[in-house]
């Protein structure tokens, strides 16, 4: 019934720059926290930034100082501002969503990721 989507990824320069995009869409009642996670080969899938309903912020210690997230609240949409790109950052990136449709709490909805590739 909710859906996410995720776009922006692709190939990217080492030192260059990319914006991902997350769409929400569906029965949403309150759009809470978001946030994306990014998860590479053999890895566990952790948190890269996320944002709250009010605005607060919180990054993963590799990405502070280079990478901002924001949100849209009218587009349900939130974002993911990537600077001075590494090899290392390198990865599927995920959307979630935290929404409430018609409980009285918050489920957390993902999106189907979007690759990013940076080169050097």
């Known amino acids: 019934q909710v859906q996410l989507v995720e776009s922006g990824g692709g190939l990217v320069q080492a030192g260059g720059s990319q914006r991902l995009s997350c769409a929400a869409s569906?029965?949403?009642?309150?759009?809470?926290?978001m946030g994306w996670y990014r998860q590479v080969p053999g890895k566990q899938r952790d948190v890269v930034a996320s944002?709250?309903?009010?605005?607060?912020?919180n990054y993963a210690d590799s990405v502070k100082g280079r990478f901002t997230i924001s949100r849209d609240n009218a587009k349900n949409t939130v974002y993911l501002q990537m600077n001075s790109l590494k090899s290392e950052d390198t990865g599927v990136y995920f959307c979630?969503?935290?929404?409430?449709?018609?409980?009285?709490?918050?489920?957390?909805?993902w999106g189907t990721g979007t690759l990013v590739t940076v080169s050097s």
């Open positions: 944002i709250t309903s009010g605005g607060s912020t």
């Open positions: 569906g029965r949403i009642s309150r759009l809470n926290a």
């Open positions: 979630t969503a935290d929404i409430i449709t018609s409980a009285a709490y918050a489920m957390r909805y």
